[in-house]
């Protein structure tokens, strides 16, 4: 999961955590699939951030084959609607390959951490 901002918000993201009033009040509960008319609502209503399902870009706390190959498996999903499009499928492959950097850096760093010890 990963906090984002609302203006990062997109149609189909699912909410991991409910969205709460101050007084914490449930607006809206975890597992709600976004919508661009909720999405607004929730503009119109002052919130800013969004605890929603999924990884964030960083490789956080390691990397290997599995956590590459479930990547790019998210990554095909992403991109299902777009296999036409050469320009969004450049994009696709950018950030595959900044996956698979991302991940050997995380497997040097890691190496390099063992070597150390």
Avoid: H, W
């Avoid at 990062?8 to 607006?27: D, Q, S, W, Y």
């Avoid at 919130?47 to 956590?67: H, I, Q």
């Avoid at 698979?100 to 497997?107: D, G, I, K, N, P």
């Amino acid at each position: 999961m990963q906090k984002i901002p609302l203006q990062l918000a997109r149609p189909e993201m699912i909410l991991a955590k409910p969205v709460t009033r101050e007084n914490g009040m449930v607006l809206i509960a975890a597992g709600t699939v976004l919508t661009e008319g909720l999405i607004s609502r929730l503009d119109n209503m002052g919130v800013e951030l969004l605890v929603v399902e999924g990884e964030s870009l960083e490789m956080g706390g390691g990397c290997n084959e599995e956590v590459l190959a479930k990547k790019r498996e998210r990554l095909e999903y992403l991109f299902r609607n777009f296999a036409e499009d050469r320009y969004m499928q450049q994009v696709k492959q950018l950030v595959s390959d900044y996956y698979a950097r991302q991940c050997a850096l995380a497997a040097a760093a890691q190496a390099a951490k063992e070597e150390g010890q």
